[in-house]
């Protein structure tokens, strides 16, 4: 199974209020495991950048204007996203909203909510009431995250691949659940085919050979007298 982890930066909080994506970084699964198979551009906003996102991120406005802006990478990018795999993305929500108001722009259809896997709602179910971010979801599972220094969209998605991962149970999801199923479930009835004793009595024909070998054997021990052992 093709899974899409994915994180993005932007300048703001809300694309509704002309704030814009500037990074996209994405990681290939296959049966959630990462492939080595990778997404990751700066996009310029084509505004300037508030200083508010630029101490989350580090992206200034100098820097993204050396970069294509949204329409130069799209099809790039919707390309590796495909039209089917599922989209692993922690609050996946404000992501979604700033892919699709970038495509809105460019007369693209939105990529349905639907296929949007929230790692923040996993996580919130697993462990209700504990803090929900990436670096404390991290700290839980012990994922090194030290080079974290700032948010990093293709970083962000490499740390949320690991911790997805653990959120689904490990290396081998599921187990937990196979082995419950197989302790409380019914007992497995085994239809083996009736086989007769076998006989271990000896036939006339063996203890005749038998006493025949005992014949040849001179000064038995079990033939001796106690008496003679003295």
């Known amino acids: 199974m093709r899974e899409i982890v994915l994180d993005t930066e932007t300048t703001g909080f809300d694309p509704l209020s002309g704030h814009r994506l500037v990074e996209i970084g994405c990681v290939e699964l296959i049966n959630h495991l990462p492939t080595g198979a990778h997404f990751h551009r700066y996009v310029n906003p084509e505004r300037d950048m508030p200083e508010e996102a630029f101490r989350v991120h580090g992206?200034?406005?100098e820097f993204l204007a050396g970069h294509?802006?949204?329409?130069?990478?799209?099809a790039d990018f919707l390309e590796f996203i495909g039209d089917?795999?599922?989209?692993?993305?922690?609050?996946?929500?404000?992501?979604?909203r700033f892919i699709n108001a970038e495509l809105a722009?460019?007369?693209?259809?939105?990529?349905?909510m639907a296929r949007a896997v929230d790692t923040v709602s996993i996580a919130r179910k697993r462990f209700p009431g504990a803090q929900a971010n990436l670096d404390a979801l991290c700290?839980?599972?012990?994922?090194?995250?030290?080079?974290?220094?700032?948010?990093?969209a293709l970083l962000d998605a490499e740390l949320l691949a690991e911790v997805y991962l653990q959120l689904i149970g490990g290396r081998q999801p599921g187990l937990e659940l196979a082995v419950t199923a197989v302790a409380t479930g019914p007992a497995l009835?085994?239809?083996r085919p009736h086989r007769p004793p076998r006989p271990h009595a000896p036939s006339a024909e063996e203890l005749a050979?038998?006493?025949k070998f005992l014949g040849k054997i001179k000064n038995a021990i079990w033939l001796r007298s106690p008496a003679a052992e003295t």
């Open 59 to 61: 992206l200034s406005a």
């Open 68 to 74: 294509g802006v949204f329409a130069e990478v799209v």
């Open 84 to 96: 089917e795999a599922p989209l692993i993305i922690h609050n996946a929500e404000f992501d979604m």
């Open 105 to 112: 722009r460019l007369g693209f259809p939105a990529v349905p």
């Open 139 to 152: 700290r839980r599972f012990g994922i090194d995250n030290t080079h974290r220094t700032k948010h990093g």
């Open 189 to 191: 009835s085994v239809a």
């Open 209 to 211: 050979a038998h006493e």
